[in-house]
Nanobody, 124 residues
Framework: DVQLVESGGGLVQPGGSLRLSCTAS????????MNWVRQPPGKGLEWVSA????????YYADSVKGRFTMSKDNAKNTVYLQMNALKFEDTAMYFC?????????????????WGQGTQVTVSS
C-alpha cells in the first residue's frame, strides 16, 4: 500500500523553527515530484513548495520564499521542509503529496498520493 507519513509538527513561538519530514512507501519515490501543501484553520488549501524527482529543482510559494527550505533524500524515501522565521500565519496542517510533474496546485485530486498531515502551530 502507498503511504505518505508526515512528522515533525508541533507548537513553536514566532520566529522559531521546525523541520517537517514526510516518509514514503509503496511507490517509486525517486520518480516523483514531492510537494508540501498546507491548510490554515478555517481556510482553504495552499500550495507551499515542490521539489523535482531528482531534487535539483525546487519551487516555493511567495509566502514562504526565503524562510522555508525543501529537500529530498531518495535513499531514505523522505522529503523535508525546514521552516525558519515562523509567523502566526504559518499555522496550518501541513500535507505532503506526490505528483509526476511540477504541480503548484492545492487540489488533492490533482496529486497521485496525499498524506494525512502534521499540525504546525505558531503561537506565543
Amino acid at each position: 500500500d502507498v503511504q505518505l507519513v508526515e512528522s515533525g509538527g508541533g507548537l513553536v513561538q514566532p520566529g522559531g523553527s521546525l523541520r517537517l519530514s514526510c516518509t514514503a512507501s509503496g511507490f517509486t519515490f525517486s520518480s516523483y515530484w514531492m510537494n508540501w501543501v498546507r491548510q490554515p484553520p478555517g481556510k482553504g488549501l495552499e500550495w507551499v513548495s515542490a521539489i523535482s524527482a531528482g531534487g535539483n529543482l525546487i519551487y516555493y510559494a511567495d509566502s514562504v520564499k526565503g524562510r522555508f527550505t525543501m529537500s529530498k533524500d531518495n535513499a531514505k524515501n523522505t522529503v523535508y521542509l525546514q521552516m525558519n522565521a515562523l509567523k502566526f500565519e504559518d499555522t496550518a496542517m501541513y500535507f505532503c503529496a506526490a505528483s509526476t510533474r511540477y504541480l503548484p496546485q492545492a487540489d488533492p485530486k490533482k496529486y497521485n498520493y496525499w498524506g494525512q498531515g502534521t499540525q504546525v502551530t505558531v503561537s506565543s
